[in-house]
C-alpha cells in the first residue's frame, strides 16, 4: 500500500519559515515527479511546485517564486517545500503528491496518481 505522509505544518507569524516534509513508503518515487499542492477554506486546490524525478528540474506557481523551495532526497523517498517569507494568504492544508508514471514536473492535479492527507499551515497577521 503507498502512503504519502505529510509533517512540518503549523501556526506561524506572518515573515516566518516552515519547512513541510513527505515521507512515502509502499513504493519508491526516485524515478517519477513529486508535487505540493494546497487548498485553502473555501478555495479549489492549487498546485505549489513540483520536482522532476532527478530534483534537477523544478516548477513553481507565481505566487511562491523566491519564497518557496522543492526538493527531494531519493534515498530517503521523502520530499521537501522550504516556505520562507510566509503570508496570512498561504494559509491552507499543503498536500503532498506522487506520479507513478511521470518524470517530470508538472503543476496539473491529473499528473499525480497518490496523495497524502495534508498538513495545516495556517499564517498569522
Known amino acids: 500500500q503507498v502512503q504519502l505522509v505529510e509533517s512540518g505544518g503549523g501556526l506561524v507569524q506572518a515573515g516566518g519559515s516552515l519547512r513541510l516534509a513527505c515521507a512515502a513508503s509502499?513504493?519508491?518515487?526516485?524515478?517519477?515527479?513529486m508535487g505540493w499542492f494546497r487548498q485553502a477554506p473555501g478555495k479549489e486546490r492549487e498546485f505549489v511546485a513540483a520536482l522532476s524525478w532527478s530534483g534537477s528540474g523544478t516548477y513553481y506557481a507565481e505566487f511562491v517564486k523566491g519564497r518557496f523551495t522543492i526538493s527531494r532526497d531519493n534515498a530517503q523517498n521523502t520530499v521537501y517545500l522550504q516556505m520562507n517569507s510566509l503570508k496570512p494568504e498561504d494559509t491552507a492544508v499543503y498536500y503532498c503528491a506522487g506520479s507513478q508514471s511521470n518524470r517530470f514536473a508538472s503543476g496539473s492535479s491529473a499528473a499525480y496518481d497518490y496523495w497524502g492527507q495534508g498538513t495545516q499551515v495556517t499564517v498569522s497577521s
Open positions: 509502499g513504493r519508491t518515487f526516485r524515478s517519477n515527479a
